[in-house]
Every structure is written in C-alpha cells, then in structure tokens.
C-alpha cells in the first residue's frame, strides 16, 4: 500500500508570494502518477498539476510547478504570485498503474492554504 | 470538458433509513467509478472501485453491505447508504475514468448526506 504525508496542516502568505506545500509518499511502485488537488470551499475537487512518474522533467502548469525528487519520494506544489483565489485546501494525491489499469487516489491529509490580501 | 454529476448535492435522512446517491457522467462513457468518502476538514478516503457490468471493489474496512455500490451502465453509479446511522453523516464524492491506464479523473460536486 501507498502512503502520502503532506506536514502542513495549515499555510498563510499575502498576496503575490510565492508559496511551497510539501509532499512525500511512499511507495514500492515504479509506475504511477502524482496530483494536486485543490478544493475551495465550494468542495469541488480542481485538478492543478500532475506529473508521470517516469518524466524527470517537473510539471508546470502557468503559476503552478512542482518539484519532483523520485528518489527522495518528494513531490512539493510551487505556486508563484499567489492570489486571493488561490485560498483553498491543496491535497496532494498518489495514483498507481497496474496492468493495464489504474487505482482511485490515496490523498494525503491536505494543506489548506489561506492568501492574505 | 468532461462533466460528472452527482446527485443529491445535500440529502437529510432519519436514522434506520437508506439513501441512494447518483454519479452520471454526462457527456464521456466512464469504465470505473470511484467512490470517496470526506469527513469535515479532513482528506477524502476511497470507499470502493466500481467497473461496469461488474461487483464493486471495495477497501479494506467499507462495509459492502452498508454502503451497496451498483454500476449498471457506463454513464451511471450509484452508492446507497443502507440503514444510516449518524455516524454515516459526512461528504461523499464520486469520481470517473474514461478508458484503462491512465485518462483523466473527473470528479462530481459531492453530496453532503446527514444522518439524524
């Protein structure tokens, strides 16, 4: 089984910071993919980035990037210029491939970011 | 984009009763179904995997006869909530795939059921 660990329960920054959430899992996979989700308070769950474990080269997504260390297990959310929107839990998810299939995602506990004016 | 919706987005029930919860995919064929379930400020558990034309998959410690999942079509799963007690209250999500390997996971708006 697969774990993720995000350790900021809670992070707060003013307006156009640049912000970074954490993230470590653990794994004996070699084929899967890692997400981030953020959920505002409407609970809808928005996909931000992901990134194939397999590509070395980190996702970016406009304002969002991560940094993906494999071998550290670390997959940590940059968001640069943050803005007022942006307030909302980020939840960094875990997603296995198997033959020929693909597993739900194991969510870690979440961040819930909040962007001071 | 693809759209999943899920249906009640809230339903109050009496304690002893069950509620079903419907997640259609409205404009893709989705092969499996995720269910999630989320308690207040906390992060989403999967409940069970759903592929049509087939039993649930359900993890370890979802009871299969409280929480019975059926998925009778490609656009269509729904989760019942048998015999709720209080304790069921929480936010439950679906989410759905189009294809095997890895495709796009599309996630409905929830439903926030409270069991009284």
């Known amino acids: 089984a697969q774990t993720v660990t995000q350790s900021q329960p809670e992070m707060s920054v003013q307006e156009a910071e640049t912000v970074t959430l954490s993230c470590t899992y653990d794994t004996s996979e070699s084929n899967y993919y890692l997400f981030w989700y953020k959920q505002p308070p409407s609970r809808q769950m928005i996909l931000v980035i992901r990134?194939?474990?397999?590509?070395?080269q980190n996702a970016t997504e406009n304002r969002f990037s991560v940094n993906f260390q494999k071998a550290a297990k670390s997959f940590s959310l940059k968001i640069s210029d943050s803005q007022l929107g942006d307030t909302a839990m980020y939840f960094c998810a875990f997603m296995k491939l198997a033959g020929g299939g693909a597993d739900g995602l194991t969510f870690g506990k979440g961040t819930h970011l909040i962007i001071q004016p | 984009g693809a759209v999943v919706s899920q249906h009640p987005s809230w339903v109050i029930c009496k304690s002893g009763t069950s509620v079903k919860i419907e997640c259609r995919s409205l404009?893709?064929?989705?092969?499996?179904m995720f269910w999630y379930r989320q308690f207040p400020k906390q992060s989403l558990m999967l409940m069970a995997t759903?592929?049509?034309?087939?039993?649930?998959?359900?993890e370890q410690g979802v009871e299969k006869d409280k929480f019975l999942i059926n998925h009778a079509s490609l656009t269509l799963s729904t989760l019942t909530v048998t015999s709720a007690h209080p304790e069921d209250s929480s936010f439950y999500i679906c989410?759905?795939?189009?294809?095997?390997?890895?495709?796009?996971?599309?996630f409905g708006n929830g439903t926030r059921l409270t069991v009284t």
């Open positions: 990134q194939e474990a397999y590509k070395q």
């Open positions: 989410s759905a795939r189009l294809g095997t390997g890895y495709s796009p996971l599309h």
């Open positions: 404009d893709f064929q989705a092969t499996t």
């Open positions: 759903s592929n049509e034309g087939s039993k649930a998959t359900y």
